[in-house]
Structures are given as structure tokens and as C-alpha cells.
């Protein structure tokens, strides 16, 4: 969800109480803090976007935890908060890397136009790694492999549900197979012949993600200069698959709700009602239930998506596919790649099957990958395996933490194939802080 | 207390609590609205004789928080909401003013007409009429759990100034009137 996260440190109450009050009306999620030393704990465990400081504290000072966060994450919008008497370090403040201040008690609209100011600036800045890294999932009609049970179970549920008219909902962990098996229910469908159109829900900004969804109208907002079809339309008369479903915000969820119930929806700017069959497709790697006594959820859509669900199993909790799995990518990647890698050795397998594969299918198929480019023999022996990267592991002894760091998430991110949801999931941090590191590393997608 | 959870002995309603001396015309219309929107029988009823004990000195205004904590402590039974309309200026302690505050998906809100007149004469005016009822049903929104919108029309918009208010209808959009149906269906549960 984009919402803004907001931290207001403040050793006043009563101030404290009244900002928080008025931001929180204003729909934002706003956390508080009555020092600099408990912003700092805080701090460790979440990342916010904003950052509301008033200079004069007891203990560390305001621009104390500047100096700090902004070492940490520069890309931390903070306010100072100053009474009259300290305008003169506000003013030192705005030199160390302070967005701007504000002199209390402020104008209602001081505040609002600097909130939405900053929110703006960070989601155009999300806007454009996205537009940059225009995430691409390989797209590949692939077959699905497996052997185990719990995937011969996946097989049979999918030639059920294929024919059937009704909204599927798919869970699982990142990486186990949801899309394809998405895929495998379009293929079995009567809509066979018509498209079967993907929207990533948590790849999209919020803020471009109803017209992605629904088209525009020319002229409906500045950049809106063609009119455009949005996937709904596209779907028509086959498959619209909504993976991660659990990303998307309550308007979009209203609007959703609307068009599976109608079947009608509007573009962007639009007065027309345009009309769109297509059969949906949900999938989610969050805890549905959880998602909907969060409130993140909406009942009733969730209650739309799940006519049929099923959970595609961890690859951990089939450990016997995957040297099936392993063999087939291995074909794949050396035939792609014209290189003569013809097995993988029993050591290999034996590290892989130790190992618990919490990006589950897709991270066993970066490794192979991976493996297959940097192998040097006709065989896939351990040291090739990014997992336990002996070599890195040595050459990371003198390296600073950030480094460390860099180069850690720059390899989730590329076994993610770059998308974003995943690799925030693995590196288990949110997406916004994910997008942050990498402006902050200025990482790049190789092309 | 089990058993006693759907016994509703008193109708549920939503108060009009003016502060002051105020146009009956005004509260009738704030009433009328009230319940159009929100259909909960809306009735006007003084529940706070002042805000006296509210007023702070160095500002020279009167703190609109410690009033919605006594609104909400004063409500009689039924009363599921109560909107208070006073005339004096108001502030909360980090800002210079307010037009009015909010309980979020609590029971008490207040608005207060001090800055509504801007660019008006002293004579009764539609004008100011709209903009009350556009303020009021704003912070009531609030008490319904409703946050700002970011559609210019929609009565859940947060104006900067009073030509935004002037600009905004008193109607809530589609997505906000969604989310208003949402807590009230909540709120029937408990
Ligand atoms: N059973 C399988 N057989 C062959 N390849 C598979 C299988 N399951 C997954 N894959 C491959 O793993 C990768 C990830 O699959 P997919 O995108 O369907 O996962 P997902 O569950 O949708 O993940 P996410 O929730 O992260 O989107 C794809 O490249 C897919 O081809
Ligand atoms: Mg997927
Ligand atoms: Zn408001
Ligand atoms: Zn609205």
C-alpha cells in the first residue's frame, strides 16, 4: 500500500498528540516518538518516509537525529520542527540535509502542502526506478514440473478448476509457481484462445496503477496525452491474472469489486461505461486471512477472489522435486546458452537439497542459471552455487558493511529477475526501503 | 454484559449540539443534511452550555481538543455521534487553527464558523450555509473513520483555504461513500 509512513519525535505530548492526530486524519500512518533516542530504536526496526523533528529536546537533539538518519538513509525526508527562538538552527538544519521546517505552531496548510509536497517527490522517485527497471517476469509458456504429491495434487486441481467459469485464488510463497499455474488454468480454460493478461499489483505505483488498470481517457491528467487502453480491456475474453493481490489500495479494491460485480468500469477521465468479460485470476504470497482481519483486505473482494483457492506448496515442503527441477533448468539454461554443461554432480544436489530455498522454484532456477554461466567444467559442482559462494564469502573480509550490503541486494535482486515485491520479500524489508537502497546504491538492472 | 447486546431501548441518533448563540436556520440545515448523508436520525440538542473552560489565553483561542473529549464524555444514550458548532476560533497546539476537529472513528467532533465568513458579508448567505454543512459532515466523516480524499469535489477533502471549500460539494465521492457504508456496517456488528 502506498501510504505514507510518518515518524513524529517530539519530547511535548501535547504536540506530539496533536500532529499525530491531524495526520492521521489526513490518512497517513503516524508513529510516535518522545526522544531522539527512542526514534533511533524505532528506526532500527522500520523504515518511515517522513521524519517530523522538533530541534530543542531533552537528551539527543534534533539535529542530532538528523545527522543520524540521514547517514542511514538519506532518502528520509526530515522536517525540523522549531519554536521562534531556534529558527538560526533550523536554518543549519536545511544545510545538513533537512527537507525543510517549520515554525511552531503552523498554518494547517504549511503542513499539508509540505506533506504532500514530499510524498510527491518520493513517488515520482519510485515512478522512476520503476520506469527503469520495467520489471519483466520471464514469459515463457513453460510446462510445470513435479513429481512430489503435493504438486500431483496442484496438477489435478488445475484440470478441475481450468474449465470451470469461476475466480481463482492462488497462494503461496514468493517464487513457487503461482503464476504459472495461472497460466496452466488459462491454458485448460475455454478462454484458451483469448489473452491472458497479467498486472503485477505490487510492481505498479499506487499512483499509476488505475490507469494501468482501467485505461485513460486523453486529457485525464497532464502526462494522459493518448487515450489508452488499461488491461481490463486487454483481458477481454480471456484471462485477467492479478498477482499480488495483497499490494493493492482500497480505492483500487473498491473499484475492483465494482467491475467483478457489474462487469462495467470507467477510464480515467472516462463517462463512458465500458463493458469487459474476462474470467479472474487472484494470486497473493501473503496470508489472505490475515490480510483481511488487517483490514488491508477487503471482505468482499476477498470474498469475490476466492470462489476456488488453492496453495501452491514450498519448495522445501517437496524437497523430493528438486533434482527434477534442477535437471530441467540445467537443459534449459545450457541450451540457451550454447554451453556444454551436461549434469550436475551428486555434491551439488546434496547442498541443494540442504539447503530450504526461501525463494522457493524461482531462486532454484537463478541458481542453475547462474551455476551454468559461471561453471567452468561439464558438470555443475558446489563452489558454482550462489548459495553458499565460497569464494564471495573470502572476499568479503575486508569489505564494510555497506558494501556487504550492496552487493547482497544487488544478487537478490538480480536472482529476482528485478522485481522488486520479491526481493523485498527475501530481503525481508519493505518495498519502499528496498527502492531507497537501490536510488541509495545507485544500482542499476544489467541489460 | 451478554444478552444485552442488541437490546436497543433508545433509537439510535446523531447529535447537533450548537455552542453559543447560532442561526436556527443554519443548524436546521446542518441537521437536514446530517441526516441525509448519513441516515441516522439527526437531531439538534445543546449538550455543552460553553467552552469557556477550553480557552487559552495566550492564543486567544479556544483549544478544540479538551471539547471533543467533554462532548464525547457528555453524550446522552442513542447518541452514536455528536457534532458540536461554535462560533469562537479554534486551534490544536501545533497548529495556528483548525476549522474544526475530529474524534477519528470515535464519537466527537466540532466545527467552528470563525473563519467560514471569509469574503462574505454580515447578511445570512447561502454561501456560508454550504460551506457549514460541507465542514460538518467533513469532521463527521472523520468520526466514521473516514480520512482525506484526494477528489477536489469530495466532502472528505482537505481544504487549504476557503476557496477550496467554496470549490468542494458537500457530497462524498464513491470510493469515501464505500468506506462510510464499511463502518457503519461495522459498527452494527458490535
Ligand atoms: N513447478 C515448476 N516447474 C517449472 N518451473 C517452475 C515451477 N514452479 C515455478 N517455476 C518457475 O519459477 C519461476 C517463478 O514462478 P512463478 O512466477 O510462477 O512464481 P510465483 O509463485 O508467481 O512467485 P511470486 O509470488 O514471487 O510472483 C518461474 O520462472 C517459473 O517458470
Ligand atoms: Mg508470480
Ligand atoms: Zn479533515
Ligand atoms: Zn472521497
Known amino acids: 500500500m502506498d501510504k505514507t509512513k510518518i515518524l513524529i519525535v517530539d519530547d511535548e505530548l501535547i504536540m506530539r498528540e496533536s500532529l499525530s492526530g491531524w495526520l492521521k486524519r489526513d490518512g497517513h500512518v503516524v508513529v510516535s516518538a518522545a526522544s531522539g533516542e527512542d526514534a533511533m530504536r524505532m528506526l532500527k526496526n522500520s523504515r518511515f ?54 515554525l511552531k505552531p503552523f ?19 519510485r515512478e522512476n526506478i520503476f520506469l527503469r527497471e520495467q520489471y519483466q517476469e520471464r514469459t515463457r509458456f513453460e510446462s510445470m514440473i513435479g513429481q512430489s504429491i503435493a504438486m500431483q495434487k496442484i496438477f489435478d486441481m488445475i484440470e478441475d478448476v481450468g474449465p470451470m467459469e469461476s475466480t481463482v485464488l492462488i497462494s503461496g510463497e514468493t517464487g513457487t509457481g503461482k503464476g504459472l499455474a495461472a ?71 473498491i473499484d475492483l469489486l465494482h467491475v467483478l460485480e457489474d462487469r462495467v468500469f470507467y477510464r480515467v477521465g472516462g463517462t463512458q461505461p465500458h463493458e469487459a468479460y474476462f474470467r479472474v485470476i487472484a494470486a497473493t504470497n501473503r496470508n489472505v486471512e490475515d490480510a483481511v482481519k488487517q483490514g488491508v483486505l477487503r471482505e468482499d473482494l476477498y470474498y469475490r477472489l476466492n470462489v ?16 527434477l527441477l534442477a535437471e530441467h533448468f540445467l537443459h534449459r539454461f545450457s541450451q540457451e546458452t550454447n554451453k556444454p554443461v551436461k549434469m550436475i554432480t551428486r555434491e551439488a544436489i546434496d547442498d541443494m537439497m540442504l539447503y530450504e530455498w526461501p525463494g522457493n522454484v ?32 573470502q572476499h568479503s573480509r575486508h569489505r564494510s558493511l555497506s558494501e556487504v550490503e550492496k552487493a547482497h541486494i544487488f544478487d537478490i535482486l538480480r536472482e529476482c529477475g528485478w522485481n522488486i515485491s520479491k526481493s523485498a520479500q527475501i530481503l525481508s524489508i519493505d518495498r519502499s526501503t528496498l527502492y531507497s537502497k537501490i536510488k541509495r546504491y545507485n544500482l542499476e538492472k544489467p541489460t | ?111 467552528s464558523t470563525h473563519r467560514l465568513s471569509e469574503g462574505l458579508g454580515t447578511a445570512r448567505s447561502d454561501i456560508f450555509i454550504r460551506r457549514v454543512v460541507k465542514e460538518a459532515i467533513h469532521e463527521l466523516g472523520h468520526t466514521f473513520n473516514l480520512r482525506h480524499c484526494k477528489d477536489h469535489n469530495c466532502c472528505m477533502h482537505y481544504c487549504r483555504t476557503i476557496k477550496d471549500v467554496d470549490r468542494k460539494t458537500h457530497h462524498l465521492c464513491r470510493y469515501c461513500k464505500v468506506l462510510l457504508e464499511d463502518e457503519m456496517k461495522s459498527m452494527s456488528k458490535i
Open chain 1, 107 to 125: 498554518d494547517p496548510d504549511a503542513l499539508g502542502v509540505l506533506i504532500d509536497k514530499i510524498t510527491e517527490h518520493q513517488a515520482q522517485a
Open chain 1, 362 to 393: 524461482r531462486e532454484l532456477e537463478n541458481a542453475v542459471e547462474r551455476a551454468v554461466v559461471v561453471g567452468k567444467g561439464p558438470s555443475i559442482m558446489p563452489q558454482d552455487l550462489p548459495i553458499f559462494c565460497h569464494e564471495n564469502v
Open chain 1, 308 to 323: 476456488v483457492s488453492f496453495r501452491m506448496p514450498a519448495l522445501r515442503e517437496r524437497k523430493e522435486d528438486i533434482p
Open chain 1, 49 to 102: 518516509d517522513i521524519l517530523l523533528v522538533d530541534i530543542k529536546m531533552e537528551g539527543m537533539s534534533g539535529l542530532d537525529v538528523l545527522r543520524l538518519v540521514k547517514e542511514s538513509d538519506p532518502d528520509v525526508a526530515v522536517v525540523m520542527i522549531t519554536a521562534y527562538g531556534s529558527i538560526s538552527t533550523a536554518v543549519e538544519a536545511m544545510k545538513k540535509g533537512a527537507y525543510d521546517y517549520l
Open chain 2, 1 to 111: 454484559m451478554p444478552g444485552n447486546r442488541n437490546v436497543k431501548n433508545v433509537q439510535e441518533h446523531i447529535i447537533i449540539s450548537p455552542i453559543g448563540h447560532l442561526d436556527p436556520h443554519l443548524i436546521r440545515q446542518v441537521v437536514q443534511e446530517v441526516h441525509r448523508i448519513t441516515g441516522y436520525d439527526a437531531l439538534a440538542a445543546s449538550v455543552l452550555q460553553d467552552v469557556d473552560f477550553a480557552f487559552e489565553p495566550s492564543r486567544d483561542q479556544h483549544c478544540s481538543t479538551p471539547i471533543l473529549e467533554k462532548l464525547a464524555d457528555a453524550a446522552p444514550p442513542g447518541a452514536v455521534k455528536i457534532l458540536a458548532i461554535c462560533s469562537v476560533d479554534l486551534f490544536i497546539p501545533i497548529l495556528t487553527f483548525v476549522y474544526g476537529e475530529a474524534q477519528l472513528g470515535g464519537k466527537a467532533c466540532i466545527i
Open chain 1, 183 to 253: 497460466k496452466a488454468i488459462h491454458t485448460k480454460s475455454s478462454r484458451s484462445g483469448g489473452p491472458f493478461v497479467a498486472v503485477n499489483c505490487g510492481a505498479i505505483p499506487g499512483h499509476i496503477m488505475e490507469s494501468e488498470l482501467f485505461g485513460h481517457q486523453k486529457g485525464a491528467f497532464t502526462d494522459a496525452k493518448e487515450t489508452k487502453k488499461g488491461r481490463l480491456e486487454m483481458a477481454h475474453g480471456g484471462t485477467l491474472f492479478l498477482d499480488e493481490i495483497g499490494e493493492i489500495s482500497m480505492r483500487m479494491q
